[in-house]
């Protein structure tokens, strides 16, 4: 099967300007994650999605970060305006069922600069 | 509150030996266990995987876990490292619904 699929793979921006990440699951695949995983740190967990319906966003910082997933397939990951301490890779993984997880599928990540 | 612990943050072995990467984790109901691995420049990929039954979990490429539920612990193994088992290991924990990631292990294996 195709992996899931992450764009662009590396994205340098000033502070203060806005950014966006998209992704692509596996197909079928109902949940979808974006995760932060800042460099020597764990990914953390962003946002969930599940279908088109957000399950879980308590780490996402809202008043810069936004996420969509339309139609319940591709997702997009939103800053505006960024900051220097928002360097990091973003991480998209999905898994085909909630609740009995057999393990995420993470895409390569988008490594984002920001100066 | 749901928590994980890797403790050791960057390990040095030699081809051949053996590698044990520890991972303990705060949660008080019933969690599955996850050990990823991130190889230089790819994406994290799963290593291996326990939900129940019997503790000690095979992975991939020789890996095993053992689950020791009264010391909340999940290590990872292996009896003999290779130069190709460079990477960054991560251990995460899914609670409810919620995946934690650990800091990760830093293993780089001399040749």
């Known amino acids: 099967e195709a992996g899931v699929a992450q764009s662009p793979r590396y994205k340098i921006i000033e502070k203060r300007q806005s950014v966006a990440f998209w992704c692509n699951p596996i197909?079928?695949?109902?949940?979808l994650y974006w995760y932060q995983q800042i460099l020597g740190q764990g990914p953390k967990l962003l946002i969930q999605f599940q279908n088109n319906g957000v399950v879980d966003d308590s780490q996402l910082p809202k008043d810069r970060f936004s996420a969509e997933r339309l139609k319940g397939v591709d997702s997009t990951l939103k800053i505006q305006p960024a900051k220097l301490e928002d360097s990091a890779v973003y991480l998209c993984?999905?898994?085909?069922?909630?609740?009995?997880?057999?393990?995420?599928?993470f895409g390569s990540g988008t490594r984002l600069t920001v100066v | 509150a749901q928590s994980v612990s890797q403790h050791n943050h960057h390990v040095i072995l030699s081809e051949a030996a053996s590698l044990e990467l520890g991972c303990n984790y705060s949660y008080g109901g019933t969690v599955n266990l996850f050990w990823y691995v991130q190889y230089p420049g790819q994406h994290l990929q799963l290593l291996l995987k326990y939900f129940s039954g019997d503790p000690l979990v095979k992975g991939i490429k020789g890996f095993e876990a053992e689950f020791i539920k009264s010391k909340f612990s999940f290590n990872l193994r292996k009896p003999s490292v290779q130069w190709s088992d460079t990477a960054e290991y991560f251990c995460a924990v899914k609670g409810t619904y919620k995946y934690i990631f650990g800091t990760g292990t830093r293993l780089k294996v001399l040749a």
């Open positions: 993984a999905s898994s085909s069922i909630q609740g009995i997880d057999y393990g995420y599928t």
């Open positions: 197909s079928g695949h109902a949940t």
